[in-house]
């Protein structure tokens, strides 16, 4: 009879133990989908991919820095340029939103609702690092950063020379030419001269004579 009572005593407690338990523990289905998408964002909502991260070009080339961004979230993409000292935005837009480029690049740069971007006529100073930055409307973000290399074209280095001396080869003749004229006149100058003083020394041997 004792052992049935101090089993029946216990059994009440762990009765009331899982009730205050229970009672502790949320059961509403919102709760463990917040929790769940907690746990999404925190391990990365945000993904940028790229095929390639480093880029070579030419002088009056395009180059496209391709990515593809995915979000959980509303989210914003920035573009900066970075060289040495120097550290400029290029745009910034939100995609089926609003694209704002600012006015260095206005007219050289594509922008993409997957966070690619586009940068035409390349010019020397262009050469350096690419920084794209995606910003979710909750504040986290993810930045990806390219370095693009920027060659001078050998062959309009070639063509200047060959048109520089084109130039130089055409005065050299100009001036040639300009001499051999000068020479000839100055030949005939010297002949008519000397034409008009022959009959002079001739009348003066004849009054000689």
């Known amino acids: 009879m004792f052992l049935a009572a101090y089993v029946l005593t216990h059994t009440s407690c762990l009765t009331s133990f899982t009730r205050c338990v229970t009672a502790r523990v949320p059961t509403s289905p919102g709760f463990f989908l917040q929790q769940a998408s907690a746990s999404a964002y925190t391990a990365g909502a945000i993904s940028i991919h790229s095929p390639q991260r480093s880029l070579t ?109 084109l130039v130089l080869a055409c005065l050299a003749g100009l001036l040639m030419l300009a001499m051999w004229l000068l020479d000839k006149a100055y030949r005939k100058i010297v002949a008519w001269r000397r034409r008009k003083q022959m009959p002079e020394a001739d009348a003066t041997e004849l009054q000689r004579l």
């Open 57 to 165: 070009k030419s002088v009056q080339d395009d180059v496209f820095f391709s990515v593809d961004v995915t979000s959980s979230g509303v989210h914003t993409i920035q573009w900066t340029f970075m060289s040495g000292a120097v550290s400029r935005t290029i745009g910034t837009w939100q995609p089926g939103v609003y694209t704002n480029i600012t006015v260095d690049y206005l007219s050289r740069v594509q922008a993409f609702d997957n966070g690619s971007m586009g940068l035409s006529d390349l010019r020397l100073q262009d050469a350096g690092f690419y920084v794209v930055t995606v910003t979710e409307s909750a504040g986290s973000s993810k930045d990806a950063g390219f370095v693009l290399k920027v060659n001078e074209v050998l062959y309009e280095d070639l063509q200047y020379l060959a048109v520089s001396a």
